[in-house]
């Protein structure tokens, strides 16, 4: 981590954890085949030597095809990139180590317990394992699984597929939904109001005053629930309570943010693990609710805690030349967006000034010499005043300005009764030469590429609506596109907009920009990843049809993976997208170990069915052993309730249940693959096939300590 100027953190944590199950994967291979090696009556010596010389090359290749998964997460693009980058470095480097650890280290340690084991060799706990691995070979895996699924091998192909395309259709079809980066369970909750600029304080201090009382009546309500759960009419949701007048606490505020218009309550929670029963969702909607309307108010914005990239669940830019044309753009989408259920705290960032005076010159002023600089002089002399001239008093200079009365100041008819005086020393009605409105100004003017540019933001409630499905309403091109889920009746809403609006132009800010970014940048760099696992594959097996077996592991995790998401009732985000792309290296290991072995078996003569059935028994102990370390490693993050983990549940949840599903078609699909690839060479001549060729099992002799793997 030092080296590539990274900390220990939340992320660094969990590739730890989540590499935990993984770095015994090649330790459990040599581990096993070491001591099928030493059952086979090799001395502890010669089984160490050779067990890991024999797996040498497969568990090196399965540790780089993993170390390659994790490759595009390096490449992610946008700020979800930089948030995860910690995470592929770290499980590289520990795999890296791992596989020295396993052929160099390894070895020489199972060696040496080998020696102590000889004496102990024909112990009782020698034999209850090895008749219970024997029961369930014998009389469980074999006849009730991997002899009927390698039988009807186009049956159990047909069946993966079926799950593999369903498992997709779900997510195509909406039924489970995708959120960028999730909402978690935070501690903290805050409301953040903006009065126009120029406001009193003592305007924007009675606001605050409403919100503290409207949270006070919140805490009284929730309380309740939470003396009911614990029995402790001491505990109160809220911890601590900060309020602000005058500027807005968050991070990245600007200076239109800091003013006596602005102002925003801050809320401490009772931790999350603490209070299961009220969320910060909770508090948030009764709050809003409690706090009624605001007079005068401009922008009122509720949030809870929310850590990470992503930025607002909503977010449009919409750019112009004509700022009137884009404002008028800018509240027609405010007003779609609000149209959709779940929508909510729907706002944009066109801040308007204080009250100005906004002078036009008229032709008859050009006549008499005046220019419009001129008279907005004169105007701002007899408002602001002219400086007359200086009097010294000690060290300090005294102003004496000329300018109206009090009275008159204050009095807008004021000016359309003063008088401009010309160049040659006439006067003349204001009126005569310039026209004025009163308005307010602008307190910030924002421009993208020069074009005066208004962000519409809002917040979505994902258990009401959806983020993603919205803004694909928001942007269909066309009403007859029917690949994306109708909403409303207005859809294509933005390209009528900009139709409407000559000149205005959108782009798609927020979540929508960093989910386009991440997944590009992810599917480029996980097709280079396909073709590197595929190419190492080849390399190792000399084949162009095995690789494609063992890759057959990578969809059909996947249904293991949006199942999972279902079970623990979450929603498919970026980052099990981010965990499915490592879960391609990890479940290709099991498959590659398997392929392996059942290679080495036909090789020595064995019959294509006797040596998928063999090479399959082989592999059953140590596909199930590798399997339940990696799962074991990332249970302890799934069923973590801190508001850190909370993040990193998703990605977990894919790696887990995927490799669940993979392990199923490890043991079973595999097999009837190879025997459907021995089936397609015979036909066509390839390969004398002998997958027709069905033995009475019963005959051969197997020893499952001598063959265990």
Sequence with gaps: LKSVDATINMLSLFSFIMALGIVVDDAIIVGENIYASYTRGRSPLEAAVEGAGQVGWPVTISVLTTMVAFAPLFFVSGMMGKFIAIIPVAVVAILAVSLLEAF??????????????????????????????EFILNRIYEPWFIRPAVRFRYVTAALALAATVFALASVASGHLKFVFFPKVEGDDASVEIAFPQG???????????????????????????????????????????????????RQGAQASDRGSHMGQ???ELLPSEEREQVTSEDVLQLWRREVGDIPGIEQIKFTGTRAGPGGAALEVRLLGDNIDRVEQAAEELKEQMKSYTGVFDVRDDFATGKWEMKIRAKPEADNLGLTLGEIARQVRHAFYGAEALRLQRGRFDIKVMVRYPEEERRNRSTIERMRIRTPRGGEVPFTKVADVDFGRGYSTIKRVDRRRAITITADVDEAVSNASEIMADLTRQSESDASAPTLTTSAGFLQNLIQRYPGVTYDLEGQAR????????LMIGFLYALVAIYCLLAAEFRSYFQPVIIMC??????????????????????????????LSGIVVNDSLILIDFINHRAAGGMEAFAAVIDGARSRLRAIILTSMTTVAGLIPL???????AQFLKPMAISIAFGL??????????????????????????????????????????????EESM
């Design 638 to 644: 799934l069923f973590e309730r801190s508001f850190q």
């Design 104 to 133: 160099l280290i390894l070895p020489a340690h199972i060696g040496h317990s080998l020696e102590g084991a000889e004496k102990r060799k024909q112990g009782i706990g020698h034999g209850w394992r090895h008749h219970m691995i």
């Design 553 to 582: 592991a990578i969809p059909v995790a996947l249904t293991g993976a949006f199942a999972g998401h279902v079970l623990m009732g979450q929603p498919i985000t970026m980052l099990s997208f981010f965990g499915i792309v490592a």
């Design 514 to 521: 960093e989910r386009v970014e991440s997944i590009q940048s």
């Design 199 to 249: 406001t009193p304080v003592a305007v924007t201090t009675k606001a605050v005053a409403q919100l503290e009382d409207a949270l006070l009546r919140v805490a009284e309500k929730l309380d309740s629930k939470l003396t009911d759960v614990k029995d402790d009419s001491t505990t109160t949701i809220l911890r601590s309570v900060l309020s602000y007048v005058g500027s807005a606490s």
């Design 660 to 705: 669940v599903a993979s392990t199923a078609l490890t043991l079973l699909v595999t097999p009837s693959l190879y025997m459907i690839i021995a089936d397609i060479k015979g036909l066509f001549g390839l390969e004398a096939s002998k997958a027709q060729v069905e033995i009475d099992l019963s005959q051969l002799d197997f020893q499952v300590e």
């Design 265 to 267: 309550v801050v809320v």
